[in-house]
Each structure stands twice: as structure tokens, then as C-alpha cells.
């Protein structure tokens, strides 16, 4: 740590160990579990009543809400990146949408390959889709950063393939969030942080409270709103003397602008002795502020824009992304059956401005803001689920039978922008979506399942399920799952599970169109080229070889060991292997030669370049995740809690599909190896967490080191791949009890202000020094970040 950052991390670290004195200073009580029991009752993964994590079938971790809160973040895909050593958030920036809607990985598959649940209920996905050059490219997932840390209550994920009890996509696993819910307590919260280099300032306040609904119901409403400051690592801009800001820096590389505002609400009323009404809904709308790429005032010898912009300019996109959902239904009992009927809708809606631009092909007379269109993603649901026990005298315990029902509608809508944000040469940053482009796309699907859960004997535990689904626009799919578990001992546990599933192409995946410029290395230049990206029904696609898309298929085997010789000490060791066929990517971009660029043209596309998607691989992902716990009680009612997490993963390809006929010809690749490679090395190997967590009556004090494995970010000249080393991040955080109701904490984030290696200079991959960093580093590249909150709970 260099000397002239030490002042304020002494000062926060100081401020952390005066909240200890104070708090050591006030009359010790024993310390209470709140959430933190070594073992706690599960729902996902299983419609048995009160499993326990100890007795589950396949891994789940359950996370509570005091491990959510303890780090200065408060974006849940970076807090669950930190905490689960098999979630990967990277963060992008200058990747257009990618950097206002940032996806998270499990266990190294596509950030779509994971199911999100809010209270058990399929949650809608994100209707931004990840085109540009970064981990998750050709995703369009669930944007966990629009929900709220102060809404829930504790996370549930399941780390095994789901789909034969949940549908598309739990492939790679599912996260379960889980609400609030009571009328009884509530708390008010203000934080403040800000980054060592003395940006991405953030101001956060949030609460939440709970009310009586007459004597037999309550209602819990939850409020989160932030203001983010950008951040900028980037280098100074010295490649031409000639423009007026030589040397000065020019871009900005980091997280955008943000200002998210959020409430949810959640509810439930006791109709009758047999019947609950239950209901919870949000809200929330997240504006943002990113900055595409520099533009520099000269193009050759040439002025880009004498009469506006005569010393370059930075191109913003700015967004809004608006989430809406509300689920409402019934539960109850009948006869000895369980039973629970919903109705859900969800949606989200993405629109793009353009400031301090232009469009250079109106000249002078060109707008510097430019409206440039909105996607939105529809998703209504009907499910009606029953489940009873019925004993069985041959086995150990009832037989549990779970049956269930599911119809569900999703539409995708593409907006066109305002003619000036993309006629001619378009706004430059990104051009807005062409009336050609816009239009509104859905389809419908029915399924049904079967879930059987029974203790065999007193040892032995198994299930079994099956789901089949029907899509109108790709067929039929059917889904099966095996698990068992088997008690050696009461002390140690083998447990192992065997399914096969899908993920059905999204909606997105299938329809998004838009032409808008990208850049290509081409002789160590960024050069920039209009690039069309296609529906796999558009005819310019099809020319090129498209074909419809197809679902993915997964098979999973896992095997786990499981070890508990007291009730202060816990471990397990979990296998697995994840066979993914006909995977969808984003293709390469194909830069085309003349003779196609002319069918373009024809087609009305006048274009250089061309991409589109396709069922471009099988692959195969082999891991292990290990996960330890151990409480050390102390006198005085205080304990120390350590928790040791760990994931190796590995990704490899078994078959690539065939390269279309005309694209062979003209000596281009549909999926070409940065693709592929882009799957395979560019997440971290593996991911260590340690986490040390002291609690003594009114304070606590949390460590967590956590070590990000390496990863390549791949280029097709494998002379130009980038491998990153292992990079090592501490964290350490503090809170105190004022009363019975004052609160404070204070931390630091990556105390040791760790940055990850900067991209070389080959073939200019750094852009001579401008953008230092990747956006594949898993931990980001902002540097060491300071926070401190003060809350008030009743």
C-alpha cells in the first residue's frame, strides 16, 4: 500500500476498531443467531416440508440478510459474487447496454443458464441483450442489480440442473430470493462511499416496515434508492499532437452514472382457516449514464465536426431500464393436499438516449441528443401447484407427491428511435433501432410436472421428477431428474443427482435487430464499421446461413459428500459435470467482402459487417464446489464464525457446428475462435473465499479474503490472448449497537487496493493506452472503496 493512500484507510479502519471499543464497552449480552444457524429449512429444490440444508438432495446455500449487507455494495450481483465462490460478476464498460445491465454467472455457463425465483415464482427477464465483446455475449438474463438488498430476506441457490422441476432455463442452477414478509419490526438505513481516486461517489438510502392488514393479515413495503457517481480508470490520449486535447484524458472507462429508485412490496392475508391470499409486487426504475467510445476531433486530416464539437467529443448513452411484477394468488389446504394457484406478470423496458453526439452525415446541422428506441420484454404467467404426504408402508417416511401446472406467454418488443438517430451514418456511440428493425414477437408455452420426494429408509433419501413442455415456436421438450442421498453415518453423507434439461432461445436471442457501428482491429487500427445484426427469420440472415434456433439440452451428474460431526462444524465436497448441446452464441462478427456486401444491398442493408445467432456448440463444464463452516463460541455469549468456499470449474467444447457453406467460400467463420474461447478461459479457473465473521453482544467485526482465479481474455490471434494472473482482494467491515435501535458500520473494500493487470500493448489491444483495463477482470478494476452507513431499526 503506497504511503499517500494510507490517511484514509487508516481512518476507516480506525473508525472499525472504535466501534468495537464503544461497543465493548457496553453491557455484553449473549450473542443470537439471527439468521446465522448452521443449518437451515429449505424450499428450493424440493416440495418436501422442513428439509434442511443438512438433509438436501443437491447443494444449497442459503445466505441471510446480515451477509448481504456486510460489504459497501449494494448491487446483490456483486454482494453474490463476492459471497459465492461459483458466481462470476464481471464488470464491462464502453459495451453499450452491457454496461447499464450487467450479467452474473454460475459456475462459469451463460448468465441465461441460471433460473431467478422471487419467492418461489419465476421471475421476468432483462430485455437487453449482451452483443458486444464481453463474458455473457448473446445473453439477455434476469437483471438481479433491479432488485433490492433491502427487500429481502435471505437467498436460497440451488447449485444443480433444475429444469425437470422448474423449466427453461436452470441449467447451471437456481437463485431463489425471498422476501420480507411480517408486519412487525422495520429499519431505515443511509450510506455513503466513495472511491479511493475519489470518484464513484455513492449515496444510498433505503428501508423498509411492515403493517397489520386487519388481525389476519400484514403487508411489507421495502424502498431503495441510489446515486452513483462514474468512475474512470482510463489512460491519457497521446495518439495524435495534432488534436486539441493531446495528452489529456479523453475517455472514460468504469461503472456509468446511476441513479436506481426501487420499492417492493409484500403481502398476505389469511382468508379463511384453509385459504391465504398472498401478493407482492415492485417497481423500479434505474437511470444510467455510460460513455460510449471517444471521438476524436480529426478523422485523417479532416475536421469530424468543426461547427460543434471542434475538440472531439465523448458520446453518452443514456438509459432507462423500468421493471415492473406483481404475483397474486391463493394457497391452502384440501383433503390433505397442499395446494397454491398464481398469476404473475413481469416486465422490463429499456430505452436509449443519445447526448453529445452527433450524426455526422447531417453535417452542421446535426442534433447533439438523438432518441434511438426501447426494447421491452413481456412475461405472464398461470401456475397451480399441489403437493401432500401419503404414507406408504414399505417405505420410511410418506411419500411426498407434487403435481403441477404452468402456462406462460412472453412477448419481446423492439421500438424504432427518432429517423435522425439512424439515418445516414447514425448517431455516433450507437445508432438507433431502424423502423425496419421494430416490431413486437411472442409465443406461448404449457407445461406439466411430476415431483416424488421419500425417505426410502432410515438412511436412504430419494426423488425423483419429470416435466414436459410445449412451445409454439420450437415443439415439445421433456425433462427428468434423480437425486438421492444416503446417511453413512449420522455424522457423514453421500448425496447425487443425475437430470436432463433445457433452455428454450429466447425471445431476444431470436428476434433482435439493429444495425449500428462497431469497431474492428483491422492493421492494429480500432476501426469502425456499420454493422447489421439479424434475426435468424431476416432474409439477409438467412443468406448467410442462419437457421431457426433450437433449444439447448443439458445433461448434469453431480456426486457430493457432505460431513457434520457437530453442530459447530459443517463441510461438503460436491462433483458435477454439465453437457450443454446446441449452446447459443452471439456469432463472430463477419466482416464482409464485397460481393456479399452487395447482396446486402440489396436487401436494403448497406452494411460492412454481419452477425447473428446460432446453435454454435457442445460443450462440456466439469467442477467441484467445497464449502466449510465452522463456529468457535467464546465466552461472554461472542463466537467467531469461519466459512471457506471454493470453485474450480472448467469449460470445454466436445463439437462446433458446421461453418455455412457461403461463409466457407468466402474464407469467413460463423463461430470463430475468440468465440469459442470466450466460453471456454475467459472466467476465472477458480474462486477461494475466507470469511471470518466475530460477533460479541452489540459489535461485529467480518474479514473475507477472497481469491479470483486466472483467465485469458482470447482474441483469434492466439499470439494476442491476454492471460491475467490470480489476484488476491481483502475486505473488512465492522458494525456496533448504539441502543436498542442506532446502528453504524463502516468498511473498506479491497483494502490493499488491488487493480488487475493491465492490458497489453499488442496489436494495440489497449487502444495506446486508453483503456487500461478489461472488462472480464471478475473483481472490476475501480481500486479500493471506502463506505459508512448509519441505520435506525424499531
Same mark, same amino acid.
Given at each position: 500500500?503506497?504511503?499517500?493512500?494510507?490517511?484514509?484507510?487508516?481512518?476507516?479502519?480506525?473508525?472499525?476498531?472504535?466501534?468495537?471499543?464503544?461497543?465493548?464497552?457496553?453491557?455484553?449480552?449473549?450473542?443470537?443467531?439471527? %439468521?446465522?444457524?448452521?443449518?437451515?429449512?429449505?424450499?428450493?429444490?424440493?416440495?418436501?416440508?422442513?428439509?434442511?440444508?443438512?438433509?438436501?438432495?443437491? @447443494?444449497?446455500?442459503?445466505?441471510?440478510?446480515?451477509?448481504?449487507?456486510?460489504?459497501?455494495?449494494?448491487?446483490?450481483?456483486?454482494?453474490?459474487?463476492?459471497?459465492?465462490?461459483?458466481? #462470476?460478476? @464481471?464488470? @464491462?464498460?464502453?459495451?453499450?447496454?452491457?454496461?447499464?445491465?450487467? @450479467?452474473?454467472?454460475?459456475? %462459469?455457463?451463460?448468465?441465461?443458464?441460471?433460473?431467478?425465483?422471487?419467492?418461489?415464482?419465476?421471475?421476468?427477464?432483462?430485455?437487453?441483450?449482451?452483443?458486444?465483446?464481453?463474458?455473457?455475449? /448473446?445473453?439477455?438474463?434476469?437483471?438481479?442489480?433491479?432488485?433490492?438488498?433491502?427487500?429481502?430476506?435471505?437467498?436460497?441457490?440451488?447449485?444443480?440442473?433444475?429444469?425437470?422441476?422448474?423449466?427453461?432455463?436452470?441449467?447451471?442452477?437456481?437463485?431463489?430470493?425471498?422476501?420480507?414478509?411480517?408486519?412487525?419490526?422495520?429499519?431505515?438505513?443511509?450510506?455513503?462511499?466513495?472511491?479511493?481516486?475519489?470518484?464513484?461517489?455513492?449515496?444510498?438510502?433505503?428501508?423498509?416496515?411492515?403493517?397489520?392488514?386487519?388481525?389476519? %393479515?400484514?403487508?411489507?413495503?421495502?424502498?431503495?434508492?441510489?446515486?452513483?457517481?462514474?468512475?474512470?480508470?482510463?489512460?491519457?490520449?497521446?495518439?495524435?499532437?495534432?488534436?486539441?486535447?493531446?495528452?489529456?484524458?479523453?475517455?472514460?472507462?468504469?461503472?456509468?452514472?446511476?441513479?436506481p429508485r426501487t420499492l417492493f412490496v409484500n403481502s398476505q392475508v389469511r382468508v379463511n382457516d384453509d385459504i391465504e391470499w398472498y401478493g407482492f409486487a415492485n417497481y423500479g426504475e434505474r437511470t444510467t449514464s455510460a460513455a460510449a467510445t471517444w471521438r476524436t476531433a480529426y478523422v485523417g486530416t479532416a475536421l469530424r465536426s468543426p461547427t460543434i464539437y471542434p475538440e472531439g467529443f465523448l458520446p453518452l448513452e443514456d438509459s432507462t431500464s423500468t421493471d415492473r411484477s406483481v404475483v397474486t394468488g391463493l394457497r391452502?389446504?384440501?383433503?390433505?393436499?397442499?395446494?397454491?394457484?398464481?398469476?404473475?406478470?413481469?416486465? #422490463?423496458?429499456?430505452?436509449?438516449?443519445?447526448?453529445?453526439?452527433?450524426?455526422?452525415?447531417?453535417?452542421?446541422?446535426?442534433?447533439?441528443?438523438?432518441?434511438?428506441?426501447?426494447?421491452?420484454?413481456?412475461?405472464?404467467?398461470?401456475?397451480?401447484?399441489?403437493?401432500?404426504?401419503?404414507?406408504?408402508?414399505?417405505?420410511?417416511?410418506?411419500?411426498?407427491?407434487?403435481?403441477?401446472?404452468?402456462?406462460?406467454?412472453?412477448?419481446?418488443?423492439?421500438?424504432?428511435?427518432?429517423?435522425?438517430?439512424?439515418?445516414?451514418?447514425?448517431?455516433?456511440?450507437?445508432?438507433?433501432?431502424?423502423?425496419?428493425?421494430? %416490431?413486437?414477437?411472442?409465443?406461448?408455452?404449457?407445461?406439466?410436472?411430476?415431483?416424488?420426494?421419500?425417505?426410502? !429408509?432410515?438412511?436412504?433419501?430419494?426423488?425423483?421428477?419429470?416435466?414436459?413442455?410445449?412451445?409454439?415456436?420450437? /415443439?415439445?421438450?421433456?425433462?427428468?431428474?434423480?437425486?438421492?442421498?444416503?446417511?453413512?453415518?449420522?455424522?457423514?453423507?453421500?448425496?447425487?443427482?443425475a437430470s436432463s434439461g433445457f433452455r428454450a432461445p429466447s425471445l431476444a436471442q431470436q428476434y433482435y435487430t439493429i444495425t449500428t457501428t462497431n469497431f474492428f482491429v483491422i492493421n492494429g487500427v480500432n476501426t469502425p464499421i456499420e454493422t447489421g445484426t439479424f434475426a435468424v427469420t431476416n432474409p439477409a440472415a438467412q443468406v448467410l446461413g442462419a437457421q431457426p434456433l433450437k433449444a439447448e439440452k443439458a445433461r448434469n451428474l453431480s456426486l457430493g459428500l457432505q460431513y457434520q460431526p457437530s453442530k459447530n462444524f459443517?463441510?461438503?465436497?460436491?462433483?458435477?459435470?454439465?453437457?450443454?448441446?446446441?449452446?447459443?452464441?452471439?456469432?463472430?462478427?463477419?466482416p464482409l467482402p464485397d460481393p456479399l456486401k452487395a447482396q446486402m444491398a440489396s436487401r436494403g442493408y448497406y452494411i460492412g459487417a454481419a452477425r447473428y445467432f446460432t446453435n454454435a456448440l457442445d460443450t462440456r463444464t466439469k467442477g467441484v464446489d467445497v464449502v466449510s463452516t465452522y463456529r468457535l463460541p467464546l465466552s461472554q455469549g461472542a463466537r467467531v464464525d469461519f466459512t471457506l468456499g471454493y470453485n474450480w470449474n472448467q469449460n470445454a467444447v466436445r463439437h462446433v457446428a458446421d461453418n455455412p457453406a457461403l461463409?466457407?467460400?468466402?474464407?469467413?467463420?460463423?463461430?470463430?475462435?475468440?468465440?469459442?474461447?470466450?466460453?471456454?478461459?475467459?472466467?476465472?479457473?477458480?474462486?477461494?473465499?475466507?470469511?471470518?465473521?466475530?460477533?460479541?453482544?452489540?459489535?461485529?467485526?467480518?474479514?473475507?479474503?477472497?481469491?479470483?482465479?486466472?483467465?485469458?481474455?482470447?482474441?483469434?490471434?492466439?499470439?494476442?490472448?491476454? !492471460?491475467?494472473?490470480?489476484?488476491?482482494?481483502?475486505?473488512?467491515?465492522?458494525?456496533?449497537?448504539?441502543?436498542?435501535?442506532?446502528?453504524?458500520?463502516?468498511?473498506?473494500? #479491497?483494502?490493499?487496493?488491488?487493480?488487475?493487470?493491465?492490458?497489453?500493448?499488442?496489436?494495440?489491444?489497449?487502444?495506446?493506452?486508453?483503456?487500461?483495463?478489461?472488462?472480464?477482470?471478475?473483481?472490476?478494476?475501480?481500486?479500493?472503496?471506502?463506505?459508512?452507513?448509519?441505520?435506525?431499526?424499531?
Amino acid at each position: 500500500m503506497s504511503k499517500h493512500h494510507t490517511a484514509p484507510s487508516l481512518l476507516v479502519l480506525g473508525l472499525i476498531g472504535s466501534l468495537g471499543l464503544n461497543a465493548s464497552a457496553q453491557t455484553q449480552q449473549p450473542a443470537a443467531d439471527d %439468521g446465522a444457524q448452521m443449518q437451515s429449512v429449505v424450499v428450493t429444490g424440493t416440495f418436501s416440508k422442513n428439509r434442511r440444508t443438512l438433509d438436501s438432495q443437491s @447443494p444449497v446455500d442459503v445466505i441471510g440478510a446480515r451477509e448481504l449487507q456486510a460489504t459497501g455494495s449494494t448491487e446483490l450481483a456483486t454482494v453474490l459474487g463476492r459471497i459465492l465462490p461459483s458466481v #462470476n460478476f @464481471p464488470r @464491462p464498460s464502453g459495451a453499450d447496454a452491457s454496461d447499464a445491465v450487467r @450479467p452474473a454467472q454460475l459456475r %462459469g455457463l451463460s448468465p441465461d443458464q441460471v433460473l431467478v425465483l422471487v419467492n418461489g415464482k419465476r421471475r421476468h427477464a432483462s430485455s437487453v441483450i449482451n452483443v458486444n465483446g464481453t463474458l455473457g455475449r /448473446g445473453s439477455a438474463p434476469v437483471d438481479l442489480n433491479a432488485i433490492p438488498l433491502e427487500a429481502i430476506d435471505h437467498i436460497e441457490v440451488l447449485r444443480d440442473g433444475a429444469a425437470a422441476q422448474y423449466g427453461s432455463d436452470a441449467i447451471a442452477g437456481v437463485i431463489n430470493i425471498i422476501l420480507k414478509k411480517g408486519a412487525k419490526g422495520g429499519d431505515v438505513e443511509a450510506g455513503w462511499g466513495q472511491y479511493q481516486q475519489h470518484d464513484g461517489r455513492q449515496v444510498t438510502l433505503r428501508g423498509s416496515t411492515g403493517f397489520e392488514l386487519g388481525d389476519r %393479515g400484514w403487508v411489507r413495503i421495502a424502498l431503495e434508492a441510489a446515486d452513483k457517481d462514474p468512475t474512470n480508470r482510463a489512460g491519457a490520449d497521446f495518439r495524435n499532437p495534432r488534436e486539441p486535447r493531446y495528452g489529456q484524458v479523453t475517455q472514460r472507462l468504469g461503472d456509468p452514472e446511476s441513479r436506481p429508485r426501487t420499492l417492493f412490496v409484500n403481502s398476505q392475508v389469511r382468508v379463511n382457516d384453509d385459504i391465504e391470499w398472498y401478493g407482492f409486487a415492485n417497481y423500479g426504475e434505474r437511470t444510467t449514464s455510460a460513455a460510449a467510445t471517444w471521438r476524436t476531433a480529426y478523422v485523417g486530416t479532416a475536421l469530424r465536426s468543426p461547427t460543434i464539437y471542434p475538440e472531439g467529443f465523448l458520446p453518452l448513452e443514456d438509459s432507462t431500464s423500468t421493471d415492473r411484477s406483481v404475483v397474486t394468488g391463493l394457497r391452502g389446504e384440501l383433503a390433505g393436499w397442499r395446494w397454491d394457484g398464481s398469476l404473475n406478470y413481469g416486465s #422490463n423496458a429499456f430505452s436509449l438516449d443519445l447526448d453529445n453526439t452527433i450524426n455526422q452525415s447531417l453535417g452542421a446541422s446535426s442534433p447533439t441528443h438523438f432518441y434511438a428506441g426501447r426494447l421491452k420484454f413481456d412475461q405472464t404467467l398461470a401456475n397451480l401447484d399441489v403437493a401432500r404426504e401419503i404414507p406408504v408402508s414399505f417405505l420410511h417416511g410418506p411419500l411426498t407427491v407434487a403435481l403441477g401446472l404452468e402456462a406462460r406467454h412472453e412477448s419481446y418488443e423492439i421500438g424504432a428511435g427518432e429517423e435522425a438517430s439512424y439515418t445516414g451514418s447514425g448517431s455516433q456511440g450507437f445508432s438507433g433501432f431502424r423502423l425496419t428493425d421494430a %416490431g413486437k414477437n411472442g409465443r406461448s408455452n404449457q407445461s406439466a410436472y411430476l415431483n416424488l420426494e421419500a425417505d426410502v !429408509t432410515d438412511k436412504l433419501a430419494g426423488s425423483v421428477a419429470v416435466r414436459h413442455e410445449h412451445y409454439t415456436d420450437f /415443439g415439445d421438450t421433456t425433462s427428468a431428474k434423480a437425486s438421492a442421498r444416503y446417511a453413512v453415518t449420522p455424522d457423514f453423507s453421500v448425496r447425487g443427482t443425475a437430470s436432463s434439461g433445457f433452455r428454450a432461445p429466447s425471445l431476444a436471442q431470436q428476434y433482435y435487430t439493429i444495425t449500428t457501428t462497431n469497431f474492428f482491429v483491422i492493421n492494429g487500427v480500432n476501426t469502425p464499421i456499420e454493422t447489421g445484426t439479424f434475426a435468424v427469420t431476416n432474409p439477409a440472415a438467412q443468406v448467410l446461413g442462419a437457421q431457426p434456433l433450437k433449444a439447448e439440452k443439458a445433461r448434469n451428474l453431480s456426486l457430493g459428500l457432505q460431513y457434520q460431526p457437530s453442530k459447530n462444524f459443517s463441510t461438503s465436497v460436491d462433483l458435477y459435470r454439465i453437457d450443454i448441446d446446441d449452446r447459443i452464441l452471439f456469432s463472430a462478427n463477419l466482416p464482409l467482402p464485397d460481393p456479399l456486401k452487395a447482396q446486402m444491398a440489396s436487401r436494403g442493408y448497406y452494411i460492412g459487417a454481419a452477425r447473428y445467432f446460432t446453435n454454435a456448440l457442445d460443450t462440456r463444464t466439469k467442477g467441484v464446489d467445497v464449502v466449510s463452516t465452522y463456529r468457535l463460541p467464546l465466552s461472554q455469549g461472542a463466537r467467531v464464525d469461519f466459512t471457506l468456499g471454493y470453485n474450480w470449474n472448467q469449460n470445454a467444447v466436445r463439437h462446433v457446428a458446421d461453418n455455412p457453406a457461403l461463409l466457407t467460400q468466402n474464407k469467413l467463420l460463423l463461430v470463430d475462435r475468440q468465440t469459442i474461447n470466450r466460453v471456454t478461459v475467459a472466467s476465472p479457473k477458480d474462486k477461494l473465499s475466507l470469511s471470518t465473521d466475530y460477533t460479541r453482544g452489540a459489535w461485529n467485526a467480518r474479514a473475507v479474503v477472497t481469491r479470483y482465479g486466472s483467465f485469458t481474455v482470447p482474441q483469434n490471434d492466439a499470439t494476442l490472448d491476454q !492471460t491475467y494472473d490470480p489476484q488476491w482482494v481483502l475486505d473488512l467491515s465492522g458494525s456496533v449497537k448504539i441502543d436498542r435501535n442506532w446502528r453504524l458500520a463502516a468498511g473498506i473494500d #479491497n483494502v490493499t487496493d488491488r487493480y488487475p493487470a493491465e492490458i497489453t500493448s499488442k496489436a494495440n489491444l489497449n487502444n495506446n493506452g486508453i483503456s487500461r483495463y478489461s472488462g472480464f477482470a471478475p473483481n472490476g478494476f475501480n481500486g479500493r472503496f471506502y463506505y459508512v452507513k448509519a441505520g435506525y431499526s424499531w
